[in-house]
């Protein structure tokens, strides 16, 4: 038994793949071979960014300077990423950001990234309505 057995959204969005998403290939987590669920995760301890963090500075003490702090900074970032998705208020992005969000997106970085920039290059639903507006001299 794996966790990749039970969290299938998790497991396939470190590969590279996320339900719904049709828009091209996604990078694959820069991780995902070197490290498993437990590398990252204490599954004895309840999950917390901090609790990650310092898995990470535990691996990487000869970087920790480089590695603490990091996934706050990630959280941060996906966090203003997913918001600017959401408040163009799109129905096709409603369902990639539910997916997003059950695959969590800070276990590939690159991949948010990636989704996020995509979606928010696509004009948004209110163009039409700005086009029927009267414009005010």
């Known amino acids: 038994r ?22 091209g290939a996604l990078p694959k987590d820069a991780m995902a071979d070197a490290v498993d669920c437990e590398g990252c995760h204490e599954l004895s301890a309840p999950t917390t960014l901090e609790a990650i963090d310092k898995k990470c500075t535990e691996c990487h003490s000869d970087e920790e300077s480089r590695f603490r702090g990091m996934l706050t900074s990630w959280s941060s970032e996906v966090d203003r ?9 799109r129905d096709t992005d409603r369902a990639l950001l539910q997916a997003l969000r059950r695959a969590g997106p800070i276990h590939n970085i690159e ?10 290059a696509q004009p948004s639903d209110r163009t039409s309505d700005q086009r029927s507006s009267p414009r005010v001299p």
Do not use: K
């Open 2 to 23: 794996t966790c990749a057995g039970c969290h299938t959204d998790v497991a396939g969005f470190r590969a590279g793949t996320l339900t719904g998403w049709a828009r």
């Open 81 to 89: 990423l997913v918001g600017e998705v959401a408040a163009r208020n």
């Open 111 to 120: 991949a948010t990234r990636s989704i996020a920039r995509e979606l928010l």
